[in-house]
T-cell receptor, first 104, second 121 residues
Framework: DIQMTQSPATLSASVGDRVTITCRAS??????LAWYQQKPGKAPKLLIY???TLEIGVPSRFSGSGSGTEFTLTISNLQPDDFATYYC??????FGQGTRLEIK | EVHLVQSGGGLVQPGGSLRLSCAAS????????MNWVRQAPGKGLEWVSY???????????ADFVKGRFTISRDNAKNSLYLQMNSLRVEDTAVYYC??????FGAGGDYWGQGTLVTVSS
């Protein structure tokens, strides 16, 4: 099975900052990667799919890039609503361990 | 409007069984693949099982399922199921059903509200 590894596990940032979360696959998954945002007690929300395509309704400050084994999620101009946990998922199966984005 | 309404969670003893249901509405259920994803208390998301859309379903399971869990669907009833047998304490989690977008490779675009399964004696 393909293993997904996210880093960092926790990220501290301030409103207005730009942050990047990395997700690495143990073998190439082309661009079959999705990013989700999850807030406590809520179901995950799809942000980006096929590594870089923004889901409808997701603010443009979210962006994704990468292919093969290394992927990034970048959030520009952090807003208070963005502080949450983020997960990558390879093609409808295994997830990364998650990155908790907290307010500095 | 798309809705996924889950039911069937609860408290069960180790070794017991439970069947989760996910009732879909607001879209053509048969056209969409579906996933079950779980989240143990304080932990990350964990993929459980996938079932394709269409008349003949293809199923994929996470390694830990190992024949204990069975995903199924009834397109006539617009419903997804997860039959869980031989439950273990470590299966305690909130279980989510998720609709997979028909855009190839697009992931889970709608999720159920989650249902808590507690395995304890």
């Amino acid at each position: 099975d393909i293993q997904m590894t996210q880093s960092p596990a926790t990220l501290s940032a301030s409103v207005g900052d730009r942050v990047t979360i990395t997700c690495r696959a143990s073998q190439s998954i082309s661009t079959w990667l999705a990013w989700y945002q999850q807030k406590p007690g809520k179901a995950p929300k799809l942000l980006i799919y096929k590594a870089s395509t923004l889901e409808i309704g997701v603010p443009s400050r979210f962006s994704g890039s990468g292919s093969g084994t290394e992927f990034t999620l970048t959030i520009s101009n952090l807003q208070p609503d963005d502080f949450a946990t983020y997960y990558c998922q390879q093609y409808n199966s295994y997830f990364g361990q998650g990155t908790r984005l907290e307010i500095k | 409007e798309v809705h996924l309404v889950q039911s069937g969670g609860g408290l069960v003893q180790p070794g017991g069984s439970l069947r989760l249901s996910c009732a879909a509405s607001g879209f053509t259920f048969s056209s969409h693949a579906m996933n079950w994803v779980r989240q143990a208390p304080g932990k990350g998301l964990e993929w459980v099982s996938y079932i394709s859309g269409g008349a003949r379903s293809t199923i994929y399971d996470a390694d830990f399922v190992k024949g204990r869990f069975t995903i199924s669907r009834d397109n006539a009833k617009n419903s997804l199921y997860l039959q869980m047998n031989s439950l273990r304490v470590e299966d305690t989690a909130v279980y989510y059903c998720a609709r997979i977008s028909t855009i190839f490779g697009a992931g889970g675009d709608y999720w159920g509200q989650g249902t808590l399964v507690t395995v304890s004696s």
